[in-house]
């Protein structure tokens, strides 16, 4: 079963954070996963999104997204993004029983 | 013989296309194929059973206008940040007009107002990566 990581990140020092948006698709792409949406268009429905970018990425099982997140690697890339804004990160487990992709 | 039919073929083919345009297959190069978007909706709930009756009544809208729900109940880990109870449903979409028909349509539009007193709702559309 697919699962989903969401990523909710109010940026406030975007030429720091560029390093770490340069280094992280790399490793996400090493660990299998695959971002369905980033840096693409955004519409506000309902409720307070001011500042927010949201990254959804998929992968082929919760414990895919997990051995990512916990990685010696990510924790190395993630350091880059320390101080650069604030952010939400969510896994969640997919319905279908097959990937977007 | 053969010639002759095959002249009245082709002038066949030539008037019957001229009284029907048949339209390209190929559409347009600079008319770029929509790409797929996904709704991501974050809600608190506090009535359980009134959030009920609104997704029982908007599970064939969605359907109605092309809509797929891609994450909804799921197992879930929190990764980083506040969370708190927030429950998170994502929905796929033919394209951003698909989804925004299903949205701003007079059926959903009446169906929302199920869900007004039944918690705090934020909702986002987001086109998907190429």
Redesign the interface.
């Known amino acids: 079963m697919p699962a989903y990581m969401i990523v909710e990140a109010r940026i406030t020092d975007l030429p720091r954070f560029r390093a770490y948006a340069e280094a992280n698709p790399p490793l996400v792409a090493r660990f299998g996963g695959r971002y369905l949406a980033i840096r693409t268009a955004t519409e506000p429905l309902e409720g307070d999104w001011e500042g927010a970018k949201v990254v959804i990425s998929e992968w082929r099982d919760m414990d895919a997204a997990r051995r990512y997140w916990h990685s010696p690697e990510y924790a190395a890339v993630k350091r880059l993004r320390e101080g650069t804004g604030t952010f939400r990160v969510l896994l969640v487990d997919g319905l279908a029983t097959e990937t977007l992709a | 013989m053969k010639r002759l039919f095959l002249l009245l073929l082709l002038l066949g083919a030539s008037g019957a296309s001229a009284l029907s345009p048949v339209p390209p297959k190929v559409p347009p190069q600079t008319e770029a194929t929509p ?2 978007a ?3 909706i ?1 809600a608190d709930i506090h009535d359980m059973d009134g959030f009920r009756a609104y997704t029982q009544a908007i599970i064939p809208i969605v359907q109605r206008f092309g809509g797929t ?4 109940r ?10 708190g109870t927030t429950r ?1 449903v ?1 929905s ?1 979409w033919p394209s ?1 007009d698909a989804a ?1 028909a299903f ?1 701003f349509s007079p059926e959903y539009q009446q169906a929302i107002k199920l869900r007004a007193d039944t918690g ?10 190429p």
């Open positions: 790409r797929p996904l709704m991501l974050e729900y891609v994450v909804m799921g197992e879930r880990q929190d990764l980083e940040g506040d969370w998170v994502i796929r951003m925004r949205w705090t709702f934020r909702v986002t559309l987001l086109e998907t990566a």
